[in-house]
């Protein structure tokens, strides 16, 4: 697991990066919390989802955004964090070549710029985004979403209240063949904090059945 220092638009960036099992194997993004809330590449949901990509075979990479850590900068409201994102993703797929497609898991804030994210980039594929902070962010950028994914969030969340995420998210338009899975955890709470494995569970079980359907594409029929 390899320290790496990715040169960014506000400086250095930070962060650990781990090869692909295979010349061909997709790339994982994983972003961290808020920078002022404690949030960084090393806290355990973080780790968790890097880990849950890395034992796939994936070429993954987590990373400090602005100011955290040694990364360089200062916070900048979102906008600089996901120039930081899409710099991060850009050394990623300047390194996997190959790369068949790309995955983005955010946790918090992290959620959020992943969202933005992959409403920029058409080669993200999938995405997991744990507790998206719904009520403090606006979401109607998706619309409509392109991709399919995974929303994970805990039922004792006091910082976005389940029912906030549910009244947010279920109003996502998605495009056609597009589905957006919202899986609840029982007793977690924001930060997850003695739930990280059910909520590793639930996103293994999502990738379970969504890398299949990505390894294994069913055959475009064409009318005549």
Not at 35 to 56: A, I
Not at 99 to 108: N, T
């Amino acid at each position: 697991m390899p320290d790496v220092i990715i040169p960014g638009p506000a400086g250095r960036i930070e962060g650990k990066y781990t090869p692909g099992k295979a010349e061909n194997a997709p790339v994982a993004l994983i972003l961290h919390a808020h920078p002022r809330g404690g949030g960084h590449m090393d806290t355990p949901v973080s780790l968790m989802m890097y880990e849950v990509f890395k034992q796939r075979g994936f070429a993954v990479l987590r990373f400090n955004f602005r100011g955290v850590g040694r990364s360089q900068g200062v916070y900048e409201q979102g906008l600089g964090e996901l120039s930081d994102g899409a710099t991060a993703l850009d050394w990623m797929q300047a390194h996997n070549a190959n790369a068949p497609y790309c995955w983005v898991a955010g946790h918090s804030f992290g959620a959020w710029i992943g969202m933005q994210l992959l409403m920029r980039r058409p080669e993200i594929a999938g995405f997991i985004s744990v507790s998206p902070p719904t009520n403090m962010y606006d979401f109607t950028f998706l619309a409509p979403c392109p991709a399919s994914g995974l929303v994970a969030h805990g039922d004792a969340d006091v910082i976005v209240p389940h029912d906030d995420m549910e009244k947010v998210m279920s109003k996502v338009r998605a495009q056609k063949g597009i589905d957006i899975k919202r899986q609840i955890i029982p007793g977690a709470g924001h930060l997850f904090s003695n739930h990280v494995e059910p909520l590793q569970t639930a996103i293994d079980d999502y990738l379970d059945l969504r890398l299949v359907e990505l390894d294994n594409p069913k055959p475009k029929i064409t009318k005549r």
